[in-house]
């Protein structure tokens, strides 16, 4: 997959760093565009690691500028928040708002950028609507909802609440995934499907990696980095007829517990080939694993307001369980693994396309620099000032 990044015009990808979620769906977009439309360049904007999107998009990798925009929430691990330091961090944007719009207005004018779509960023819908550039943000959530939760009266919640809301409000488009609350801050808005592609079943293979039999259950615990102490490991290992896999850059050394490389298997790919995966509850494993039909067991998080949205909906289409974090850390969750690994209960099936839609939609809005929307988009906006 090539694309000359450093042509005219180009379609800005803005992709925040907070987990891999957002990059694992902007790159399915960024694949799905760069696929039907090749002639248009494409460049990223992230703090994604750049190995994470190597792997998903290869040598158009070689566009990505590393560089963060938001912040997000800070995280302890993958299933805890560090409300004090996030609070920190999300006022010292706030104090940096405007200079980092007027640097991104600079970047977007010295590119002579054609659109921009941003997961979910706010500052560059900011700088696009200064400079008349279509603005397009596309997710499950945005983090002005996700701040709502954290108001505890000190202000600066509220402060960023505001300041997202009417950076939101300049957009032109909202390209809406599922599992998401309503989103009423954005005047247009068009519901897209699932953005995730189904991986290659490479069982055998997998086996061959491993060195286990057939008849052993391969259970994915699907986070960046292992958050289970030795006693819960102990514990889980007792069952040898379960065998734990994490992926890199997770490490784990204990028995009955091993890493995977994502040099001898992909992500999707193993997903594909496991039996039962574990994770938070995220937008992008779950999305993972209903297009790999995947059982799941899903790990609360109480901090998280779109967890709620996910546990409540996951298991429409797949076989899935939920467990409490202090259940997960403490290594009590073999009971939901086996539960669903069992369950044949008929699921609803998932409209899948997601990313060939929206890449669709993108390319209506893109437009060259130095020409006018046909049908106004670029300039006439409805932002809420």
């Given at each position: 997959?090539?694309?000359?990044?450093?042509?005219?015009?180009?379609?800005?990808?803005?992709?925040?760093?907070?987990?891999?979620?957002?990059?694992?769906?902007?790159?399915?977009?960024?694949?799905?565009?760069?696929?039907?439309?090749?002639?248009?360049?494409?460049?990223?904007?992230?703090?994604?690691?750049?190995?994470?999107?190597?792997?998903?998009?290869?040598?158009?990798?070689?566009?990505?500028?590393?560089?963060?925009?938001?912040?997000?929430?800070?995280?302890?691990?993958?299933?805890?928040?560090?409300?004090?330091?996030?609070?920190?961090?999300?006022?010292?944007?706030?104090?940096?708002?405007?200079?980092?719009?007027?640097?991104?207005?600079?970047?977007?004018?010295?590119?002579?950028?054609?659109?921009?779509?941003?997961?979910?960023?706010?500052?560059?819908?900011?700088?696009?609507?200064?400079?008349?550039?279509?603005?397009?943000?596309?997710?499950?959530?945005?983090?002005?909802?996700?701040?709502?939760?954290?108001?505890?009266?000190?202000?600066?919640?509220?402060?960023?609440?505001?300041?997202?809301?009417?950076?939101?409000?300049?957009?032109?488009?909202?390209?809406?995934?599922?599992?998401?609350?309503s989103m009423d801050i954005f005047d247009r808005q068009i519901e897209i499907p699932l953005v995730a592609a189904p991986g290659r079943?490479?069982?055998?293979?997998?086996?061959?990696?491993?060195?286990?039999?057939?008849?052993?259950?391969?259970?994915?615990?699907?986070?960046?980095?292992?958050?289970?102490?030795?006693?819960?490991?102990?514990?889980?290992?007792?069952?040898?007829?379960?065998?734990?896999?994490?992926?890199?850059?997770?490490?784990?050394?204990?028995?009955?517990?091993?890493?995977?490389?994502?040099?001898?298997?992909?992500?999707?790919?193993?997903?594909?080939?496991?039996?039962?995966?574990?994770?938070?509850?995220?937008?992008?494993?779950?999305s993972d694993c209903i297009a790999n039909r995947k059982p799941l067991v899903l790990v609360e998080r109480p901090d998280f307001p779109?967890?709620?949205?996910?546990?409540?909906?996951?298991?429409?289409?797949?076989?899935?369980?939920?467990?409490?974090?202090?259940?997960?850390?403490?290594?009590?969750?073999?009971?939901?693994?086996?539960?669903?690994?069992?369950?044949?209960?008929?699921?609803?099936?998932?409209?899948?396309?997601?990313?060939?839609?929206?890449?669709?939609?993108?390319?209506?809005?893109?437009?060259?620099?130095?020409?006018?929307?046909?049908?106004?988009?670029?300039?006439?906006?409805r932002c809420r000032e």
């Amino acid at each position: 997959m090539t694309n000359s990044c450093r042509s005219p015009s180009p379609v800005v990808f803005y992709i925040s760093g907070h987990g891999l979620g957002h990059a694992s769906r902007s790159c399915e977009i960024v694949r799905a565009f760069i696929c039907s439309y090749p002639e248009i360049p494409v460049r990223l904007v992230s703090a994604a690691p750049d190995w994470f999107v190597r792997e998903r998009l290869g040598d158009v990798a070689a566009c990505l500028e590393q560089r963060a925009l938001d912040v997000g929430l800070v995280q302890v691990d993958p299933i805890r928040v560090d409300r004090q330091l996030s609070a920190a961090r999300v006022a010292e944007l706030l104090q940096r708002w405007d200079a980092l719009t007027d640097g991104e207005a600079a970047y977007l004018k010295e590119t002579s950028a054609g659109a921009v779509v941003c997961d979910v960023p706010a500052v560059p819908v900011d700088a696009a609507h200064r400079l008349g550039i279509p603005a397009i943000v596309s997710g499950n959530f945005t983090w002005d909802w996700i701040y709502q939760a954290y108001d505890d009266g000190s202000g600066v919640w509220k402060r960023a609440v505001a300041r997202f809301q009417k950076a939101y409000a300049c957009a032109d488009l909202l390209l809406k995934m599922p599992f998401s609350p309503s989103m009423d801050i954005f005047d247009r808005q068009i519901e897209i499907p699932l953005v995730a592609a189904p991986g290659r079943n490479r069982r055998s293979r997998l086996e061959a990696i491993l060195g286990v039999p057939r008849e052993r259950l391969l259970v994915l615990l699907a986070f960046s980095s292992l958050p289970l102490g030795p006693q819960a490991m102990d514990g889980l290992a007792r069952d040898t007829g379960v065998r734990f896999l994490v992926i890199e850059p997770a490490e784990v050394r204990h028995r009955g517990f091993q890493a995977v490389s994502r040099r001898a298997m992909p992500f999707g790919d193993l997903i594909a080939s496991v039996d039962v995966v574990v994770s938070k509850a995220g937008f992008g494993i779950v999305s993972d694993c209903i297009a790999n039909r995947k059982p799941l067991v899903l790990v609360e998080r109480p901090d998280f307001p779109e967890s709620e949205l996910l546990v409540r909906e996951a298991p429409e289409y797949i076989p899935c369980r939920t467990v409490s974090a202090e259940e997960f850390y403490q290594g009590n969750f073999l009971e939901a693994v086996y539960a669903v690994a069992m369950d044949r209960t008929p699921k609803r099936p998932a409209v899948m396309g997601g990313a060939t839609l929206a890449a669709e939609w993108v390319r209506k809005m893109w437009y060259p620099a130095g020409k006018s929307s046909s049908d106004g988009l670029s300039s006439g906006r409805r932002c809420r000032e």
